[in-house]
């Protein structure tokens, strides 16, 4: 805690001597190592403590600046040592200010009476004209909003979550505003009732209002050029810049806006991406990505998910007003000019191509291409299970993580297969194999949810379906007798039965977070209840979920065998594991070869087009090799073939060890 004491006679006397004012001189504090020297043209008003003034700054460029005051009115402000403030066309007031912040520049830093920062800010997303409003605050994680913008069945629920979040807001109201330490502010507009954290860096910014930039050393903020804010919260790590423009919207951890990104009542968690774009009232989760400057988002929930250029939606049927809203589950991508009418609702990791407004709800049928013919819509169920993009999608998310700060909101499962996604599939084929029963299998074509299926592809759905299960169960199998060296079946068995009940029945992804439906229950039960009353304790609930992930993924795969394989668990024996890890063998292999395979289109000869300047055909083979390299050495190929012998040698090891056991 710092000491204060009042200036003495002759440092007023030199103050006023450097063009320096005070209503009051006595409310003026000054630490025991104060100088003046440092202090010229500044105007002191309401009560002002004063840090001291030793050390220089070195800006870009080389140019050395000294600590101090020059040309500014600070009112009711504590400041930190060894700051710089310069040049405020206006005045800063209502302000402590950090250790190390330099400040030049700027038209106005102010707190005007009792202001929550951002906190509690209303954003009505998914659904403009409300109803579905997420109340924002420093400690909101996707999976909090997931709850609380679409659990409105359950009213208490969301009456405590409001309550927990108004606590919050109350608790941390105040009519003082705080920027950190070495905080940097330079050329900017209008900053009102925003809380700016440590190792922020604001520069050109036209305009900040009420809101909160949870900046900090190990993960800084920078909010850029033209940049202007109004009703927010800005998360450590991130990035706003070039003319971005947020009204009533959350940025979570590592999310990069620029180049004149517009959004309102929107909400965006880690690692999201907008640039060039617009996006209304939508629930942005985790890598949700858009680059575009003809696309907008709206109303519409995504995760892990890249829009296309020019892909838009509606929300709007001009009858009741833009009332309606859909889910993008994650993963899913669309295409360039791409086009759905909301209400609708498209499959995790699903590709969407061409205009839909037939309100298609394809959740059960992941993996899939919905693609427009004659304003019909063509489902090709299960095909992305084998597209060389969705594996490098899986494989990138991780790589991209860009979340430097050690205190991570958003609990994000990467698997592209887990129980949430596998579920599905067995929702799929039950689906499709009822498609066939009904309509027969000589049937052309079969109707599903407003789209059009071809048998072919029911026929291919089905099976690619049935390879990602066994690939999933399989892998699951093979991890939890890994390393082991059993004598007798029964040990088997014991090896293999659960650690816990929980990971039975159906599972949920919660904007990023796989876990299963009993224990989100659980968690909304201990809201409604009072038993869980603060957002610590809720984030605390999610990080619990998210590390026991694996160990409630057994449970969940350890009940399916009977049901996929036909193989009561409580009776498997070492040769039912050998034919399990033959099928998954069969399963995994097989898969790579489609997507290596997928993979070499892109090394076709139609894809050298544009290749070679003025030359031949053979010039044209140089550049492309040249640029893009040749097949066989491309890291994902390589990467794919690796994989086909890993998991060739993981499985073959486990067939030696059973077959050891009967022998």
């Given at each position: 805690?710092?000491?204060y004491?009042?200036?003495?006679?002759?440092?007023?006397?030199?103050?006023?001597?450097?063009?320096?004012?005070a209503?009051?001189w006595e409310?003026?504090?000054?630490?025991?190592?104060?100088?003046?020297e440092?202090i010229?043209?500044?105007?002191?008003?309401?009560?002002?403590?004063?840090?001291?003034?030793?050390?220089?700054?070195?800006?870009?460029?080389?140019?050395?600046?000294?600590?101090?005051?020059?040309?500014?009115?600070?009112?009711?402000?504590?400041?930190?040592d060894?700051c710089?403030?310069?040049?405020?066309?206006?005045?800063?007031?209502?302000?402590?200010?950090?250790?190390?912040?330099?400040i030049e520049n700027?038209?106005i830093i102010?707190?005007?009476?009792?202001?929550?920062?951002?906190?509690?800010?209303?954003?009505?997303?998914?659904?403009?004209t409300?109803?579905?409003?997420?109340?924002?605050?420093?400690?909101?994680?996707?999976?909090?909003a997931?709850?609380?913008?679409?659990?409105?069945?359950?009213?208490?629920?969301?009456?405590?979550?409001?309550?927990?979040?108004?606590?919050y807001?109350?608790?941390?109201?105040?009519?003082?505003?705080?920027?950190?330490n070495?905080v940097?502010?330079?050329?900017?507009?209008?900053?009102?009732?925003?809380k700016?954290?440590?190792?922020?860096?604001?520069e050109?910014?036209?305009?900040?209002e009420?809101?909160?930039?949870?900046?900090?050393?190990?993960?800084?903020v920078?909010i850029g050029?033209?940049?202007i804010?109004e009703?927010?919260?800005?998360?450590?790590?991130?990035?706003?810049?070039?003319?971005?423009?947020?009204t009533?919207?959350?940025?979570?951890?590592?999310?990069r806006?620029?180049?004149?990104?517009?959004?309102?009542?929107?909400?965006f968690?880690?690692n999201?991406?907008?640039?060039?774009?617009?996006?209304?009232?939508?629930?942005?989760?985790?890598?949700?990505v858009?680059h575009?400057?003809?696309?907008?988002?709206?109303?519409?929930?995504?995760?892990?998910?890249?829009?296309?250029?020019?892909?838009?939606?509606?929300?709007h049927?001009?009858?009741l007003g833009?009332?309606?809203?859909?889910?993008?589950?994650?993963?899913?991508k669309?295409?360039?000019?791409?086009?759905?009418?909301?209400p609708?609702?498209?499959?995790?990791?699903?590709?969407?191509?061409?205009?839909?407004?037939h309100?298609?709800?394809t959740?059960?049928?992941?993996?899939?291409?919905?693609i427009?013919?004659?304003?019909?819509?063509?489902?090709?169920?299960?095909?992305?299970?084998?597209?060389?993009?969705?594996?490098?999608?899986?494989q990138?998310?991780?790589k991209?993580?860009?979340?430097t700060?050690?205190?991570?909101?958003?609990?994000i499962?990467?698997?592209?297969?887990s129980?949430y996604?596998?579920?599905?599939?067995?929702k799929g084929?039950?689906?499709?194999k009822?498609?066939?029963?009904?309509?027969?299998?000589?049937?052309?074509?079969?109707?599903?949810?407003?789209?059009?299926?071809k048998s072919?592809?029911?026929n291919?759905?089905?099976k690619?379906y049935?390879?990602?299960i066994?690939k999933?169960l399989?892998?699951s199998?093979?991890?939890?007798?890994?390393?082991?060296?059993?004598?007798?079946?029964?040990e088997?068995r014991?090896?293999?039965?659960?650690?816990?009940?929980?990971?039975?029945?159906?599972?949920?992804?919660i904007?990023?977070?796989?876990?299963?439906?009993?224990?989100?229950?659980?968690l909304?039960?201990?809201?409604?209840s009072?038993?869980?009353?603060r957002?610590?304790?809720?984030?605390?609930?999610?990080?619990?979920?998210?590390?026991?992930?694996?160990?409630?993924e057994?449970t969940w795969a350890?009940n399916?065998?009977?049901?996929?394989?036909?193989?009561?668990p409580?009776?498997?024996?070492?040769?039912?594991?050998?034919?399990?890890?033959?099928?998954?063998?069969d399963?995994?292999?097989?898969?790579?070869?489609?997507?290596?395979?997928d993979?070499?289109?892109?090394?076709?000869?139609?894809?050298?087009?544009?290749?070679?300047?003025?030359?031949?055909?053979?010039d044209m083979?140089?550049?492309?090799?040249?640029?893009?390299?040749?097949f066989?050495?491309?890291?994902?190929?390589?990467?794919?073939?690796k994989h086909?012998?890993?998991?060739?040698?993981?499985?073959n090891?486990?067939?030696?060890r059973?077959?050891?056991?009967q022998?």
């Amino acid at each position: 805690m710092k000491t204060y004491r009042n200036l003495t006679e002759g440092e007023i006397l030199q103050l006023k001597a450097q063009s320096c004012l005070a209503d009051n001189w006595e409310k003026v504090w000054v630490t025991e190592n104060f100088d003046t020297e440092y202090i010229h043209h500044t105007r002191f008003s309401g009560e002002v403590k004063l840090g001291a003034f030793l050390t220089e700054f070195t800006l870009p460029g080389g140019i050395k600046k000294h600590a101090g005051l020059r040309h500014v009115t600070l009112h009711n402000v504590t400041l930190g040592d060894n700051c710089r403030i310069e040049n405020i066309q206006n005045y800063i007031a209502n302000y402590v200010i950090g250790d190390h912040t330099f400040i030049e520049n700027v038209d106005i830093i102010m707190v005007d009476g009792i202001s929550k920062f951002g906190n509690g800010v209303e954003v009505s997303v998914l659904n403009e004209t409300g109803g579905r409003e997420v109340l924002i605050n420093d400690k909101l994680c996707a999976h909090q909003a997931y709850i609380q913008a679409l659990y409105r069945h359950r009213p208490e629920l969301i009456n405590r979550i409001r309550e927990i979040t108004d606590y919050y807001s109350n608790k941390y109201a105040s009519s003082t505003g705080t920027i950190g330490n070495h905080v940097m502010i330079i050329n900017a507009g209008a900053i009102k009732n925003v809380k700016i954290g440590d190792f922020c860096h604001i520069e050109g910014t036209c305009r900040l209002e009420n809101g909160s930039i949870n900046s900090n050393k190990e993960a800084p903020v920078h909010i850029g050029y033209s940049v202007i804010c109004e009703d927010f919260i800005i998360s450590s790590g991130s990035h706003v810049d070039d003319g971005t423009v947020l009204t009533r919207c959350f940025v979570g951890q590592a999310c990069r806006l620029g180049h004149n990104y517009s959004a309102s009542d929107s909400l965006f968690f880690s690692n999201c991406q907008g640039e060039n774009g617009e996006a209304c009232a939508i629930f942005a989760g985790p890598y949700t990505v858009t680059h575009h400057k003809s696309t907008l988002l709206i109303a519409g929930m995504f995760s892990f998910m890249n829009a296309g250029s020019g892909s838009n939606q509606s929300n709007h049927m001009y009858k009741l007003g833009p009332i309606h809203q859909g889910t993008m589950e994650r993963g899913a991508k669309t295409t360039s000019d791409s086009y759905i009418l909301w209400p609708a609702r498209v499959g995790a990791f699903s590709l969407v191509m061409g205009r839909h407004v037939h309100h298609a709800d394809t959740s059960n049928l992941p993996f899939s291409y919905l693609i427009e013919q004659s304003d019909t819509t063509y489902l090709v169920p299960g095909v992305n299970l084998r597209s060389v993009g969705t594996i490098r999608d899986a494989q990138k998310w991780p790589k991209r993580d860009k979340r430097t700060d050690p205190n991570k909101l958003d609990f994000i499962n990467y698997n592209l297969l887990s129980p949430y996604t596998i579920q599905k599939m067995f929702k799929g084929r039950s689906i499709l194999k009822d498609l066939k029963r009904v309509s027969g299998e000589i049937s052309e074509l079969y109707s599903y949810q407003s789209t059009k299926i071809k048998s072919s592809s029911l026929n291919r759905g089905l099976k690619m379906y049935e390879t990602g299960i066994q690939k999933f169960l399989g892998n699951s199998i093979i991890k939890r007798l890994e390393g082991i060296q059993f004598k007798s079946n029964e040990e088997i068995r014991q090896r293999l039965k659960p650690d816990t009940e929980i990971g039975v029945g159906e599972w949920v992804d919660i904007s990023g977070l796989i876990a299963p439906k009993s224990e989100i229950d659980k968690l909304m039960c201990g809201i409604e209840s009072g038993e869980i009353n603060r957002l610590r304790c809720i984030n605390e609930s999610f990080e619990r979920m998210h590390k026991n992930y694996y160990t409630y993924e057994w449970t969940w795969a350890y009940n399916k065998i009977q049901e996929f394989y036909g193989i009561d668990p409580e009776a498997i024996t070492a040769q039912d594991i050998i034919h399990i890890v033959n099928m998954w063998k069969d399963a995994v292999v097989g898969l790579d070869k489609l997507v290596y395979e997928d993979a070499r289109k892109e090394f076709s000869l139609s894809s050298m087009t544009g290749f070679g300047a003025d030359g031949s055909r053979d010039d044209m083979k140089l550049d492309f090799e040249y640029v893009r390299g040749d097949f066989e050495s491309n890291p994902f190929v390589t990467a794919v073939l690796k994989h086909i012998d890993e998991k060739t040698a993981l499985g073959n090891e486990l067939i030696e060890r059973m077959t050891l056991l009967q022998s």
